[in-house]
């Protein structure tokens, strides 16, 4: 137990230099970086839109971008209310969007930090992952979606998680159970990912009751108060008639790019790819107790299947592998030799898949003790419903490697929580690949500024 308080305490330390530098980086990055970058030609789009015309049917009918429009609404609102209506000059109105956008980040770790607290959570479950991720610092000063987005899902998960662990069904858990659901029900009109997030809050309280963590009183709660998470899906489906813009729907945003509902298997292999190789970053200390604890012909049968996926993968990494910082490195090593790109994939998608049998073992050996914790379990099911969630998604836009962020407080929670349970310490070393992973997202962010 004391080494686990200890490092506890260590991944705090730790993430709150994070949150500290990376809120600084990015406040100097808004203050410093005049113009467009990255994606702001694309979002500035409808940011404006709701700027200047204000949010109704109208405007909400002629929104352009595949993601949600209540971050851009929110992005909207608040610069609005800084003065960007009245702003002289496209530089001041885009800085102060960026404060915005800023501003929901700020606002997501500040109650995140207050709920976790009353729930009994570590805030670095969520927030560390969240901060070491490469695009990470780029969605906090540029006029990216997810900050809004990720501020209603996490506060709503959280609120949720407390009304659950009312276990009486008291007044306040209700309330709490009901606000939750209705914000997630925002994250999903901030970005349509997050409709992952009902089904698997429905098969936490459906396992919650299951195992006895929960009356059947307030496990049938927890479920009727997902309808207010439906409310705002349901409002921007009958403007949309479905879940993307029109715009998106007729091709008309992005050079004919299209987006629907369909199957689409590579899109699921590539979600469920990237998955896997960030769950890899935070597992590392199972791995010891996998060796000392797995029999000869188990280590076996997962090295050589892992080499099979891994070969394979490597054969078809150019139809996997989309815009990011893994794409960019396969992209380059291929300037230096024809080979030199799948052997890169065929290493990492071998670490990620032989670790993928580490958890599969770790989970199974504490998978009781682990189904009592309802954050545990959402995260495992989120991470589940997100890979057949994509595998849904028909469009000509690749899975970007951005597009993990929206899972990266529950691969933490995942992770940390499996090596808890484990008894494992993280070391030196994994606190050295966290901080590298922290300056790769710094770099991300300030090569713009040149």
């Known amino acids: ?73 929110w992005i909207a609102v608040v610069s609005s209310f800084m003065g960007a209506s009245q702003a002289i000059g496209a530089e001041a109105k885009i800085d102060l969007q960026r404060i915005a ?73 209700v309330a709490k159970l009901v606000v939750g659901a209705f914000l997630v029900g925002l994250s999903i009109i901030s970005r349509q990912y997050y409709l992952m997030l009902l089904p698997a809050l429905g098969v936490t309280a459906l396992v919650s009751y299951w195992v006895n963590q929960v009356s059947l009183r307030v496990s049938s709660i927890a479920i009727a108060s997902l309808a207010f998470g439906v409310i705002p899906l349901m409002c921007l ?70 080499c099979l996926i891994a070969a394979l993968v490597a054969i078809f990494s150019d139809r996997l592998f989309f815009a990011g910082p893994i794409n960019s490195i396969q992209s380059k090593l291929g300037t230096f030799g024809e080979y030199l790109p799948s052997v890169f994939i065929f290493v990492i998608v071998l670490i990620a898949a032989f670790n993928a049998c580490v958890l599969m073992k770790a989970l199974k050996e504490s998978k009781v003790a682990l189904s009592r914790s309802p954050i545990f379990l959402l995260s495992s099911l989120v991470l589940v419903f997100f890979v057949l969630e994509n595998s849904l998604i028909i469009s000509e836009i690749g899975f970007y490697e951005r597009y993990m962020l929206q899972v990266m407080p529950f691969i933490g929670v995942v992770t940390f929580k499996l090596v808890e349970e484990s008894g494992q310490n993280y070391a030196a070393k994994d606190y050295a690949l966290f901080t590298l992973m922290f300056l790769l997202s710094t770099a991300m962010l300030w090569r713009y500024a040149v």
């Open 1 to 73: 137990m004391t080494n686990l308080s200890l490092n506890s305490t260590r991944l705090s330390k730790l993430n709150r230099a994070f949150l500290v530098i990376g809120f600084l980086s990015s406040t100097l990055f808004i203050v410093s970086k005049t113009g467009m970058v990255f994606d702001d030609v694309y979002n500035s789009t409808d940011i404006n839109r709701y700027l200047e015309s204000g949010v109704s049917t109208s405007s909400l009918e002629q929104h352009s971008n595949p993601a949600g429009p209540l971050s851009y609404v």
């Open 101 to 173: 956008v800023l501003l929901s980040w700020v606002l997501c770790f500040l109650a995140v930090s207050v709920l976790s607290k009353s729930n009994t959570i570590k805030l670095y479950l969520f927030s560390l992952p969240i901060m070491v991720m490469p695009h990470t610092q780029m969605a906090m000063s540029t006029l990216l979606t997810e900050g809004p987005a990720m501020m209603f899902c996490l506060v709503g998960v959280m609120l949720w998680i407390g009304g659950l662990a009312h276990r009486v069904g008291s007044r306040v858990g």
């Open 237 to 306: 489906w009958m403007l949309w008639t479905g879940f993307a813009s029109p715009s998106m729907q007729l091709g008309t945003s992005y050079a004919g790019k299209t987006a629907g509902v369909g199957f689409a298997p590579l899109r699921a292999i590539s979600c469920l790819l990237y998955t896997l190789i960030y769950l890899a970053f935070f597992s590392r200390p199972l791995w010891s107790s996998y060796w000392s604890s797995a029999t000869i012909k188990g280590k076996q049968l997962s090295l050589v299947s892992s």
